[in-house]
């Protein structure tokens, strides 16, 4: 069965430093997800992209993040200047269609900002 | 903006035990309903879904969940637990208003012992 993979699966970084989160969809989806679970909260949305723009995004997701597809299968979150806060599991999920459409969720990205 | 709220945070129960997990939602207009799992170290599963049609669904692994709409509820249940059902289980919500974005509840710890 097809799965969201993503890499790395776990990423150290300092404080003010820039990451970048990657993510390879299930590849006939369309509809493209980033997702947060601070350690003891609950799956936050951050961001939804669709036909190679970004279709929502929720107030987490200021000026520090990014998203883009690069390239035919890979869906990347970049985080510009880390912050202690941005310390978080980060899920990529992807859907085939919108609204009447079930997300898959890749195994995630823990991010750890000293 | 919608809301999904899960009563327990941790439940505890002996194998063959029954299980209830409760889960609310609020929003005025029509949505889909989703419980995921998280097994320890993995990633967020579909356990099952509810999109229209019959309120009583069923998903993997013995499960099934009662969309009850005057309630606003989507309560998982499984007659007999097992040991291997320790996880962590996540209700969600999508609003069908032309959005995707899945906002989730603050998950339910199962601890089987057995």
């Known amino acids: 069965e097809p799965e969201v993979t993503q890499t790395p699966s776990h990423q150290v970084t300092q404080m003010g430093q820039e990451v970048i989160l990657r993510c390879v969809p299930i590849s006939n989806h369309l509809y493209f997800y980033w997702y947060r679970q601070i350690l003891g909260q609950k799956v936050e949305f951050l961001v939804s992209f669709y036909n190679n723009e970004i279709s929502e995004k929720s107030e987490i997701f200021d000026d520090q993040f990014s998203v883009e597809r690069p390239d035919g299968s890979n869906f990347t979150l970049k985080i510009r200047s880390t912050k202690l806060e941005d310390s978080a599991m980060y899920f990529c999920?992807?859907?085939?269609?919108?609204?009447?459409?079930?997300?898959?969720f890749g195994p995630g990205t823990r991010l750890t900002v000293l | 903006a919608q809301s999904v709220s899960q009563h327990n945070h941790h439940v505890i129960l002996s194998e063959a035990a029954s299980l209830e997990l409760g889960c609310n939602y609020s929003y005025g207009g029509t949505v889909n309903l989703f419980w995921y799992v998280q097994y320890p170290g993995q990633h967020l599963q579909l356990l099952l879904k509810?999109?229209?049609?019959?309120?009583l669904v069923k998903g993997i692994k013995g499960f099934e969940a009662e969309f009850i709409k005057s309630k606003f509820s989507f309560n998982l249940r499984k007659p007999s637990v097992q040991w291997s059902d320790t996880a962590e289980y996540f209700c969600?919500?999508?609003?069908?208003?032309?959005?995707?974005?899945?906002?989730f509840g603050k998950g339910t710890m199962l601890l089987v012992s057995p």
């Open positions: 509810y999109f229209s049609g019959d309120p």
């Open positions: 969600a919500v999508n609003a069908l208003s032309g959005y995707s974005t899945l906002t």
């Open positions: 999920a992807s859907s085939a269609g919108l609204e009447a459409d079930t997300q898959y």
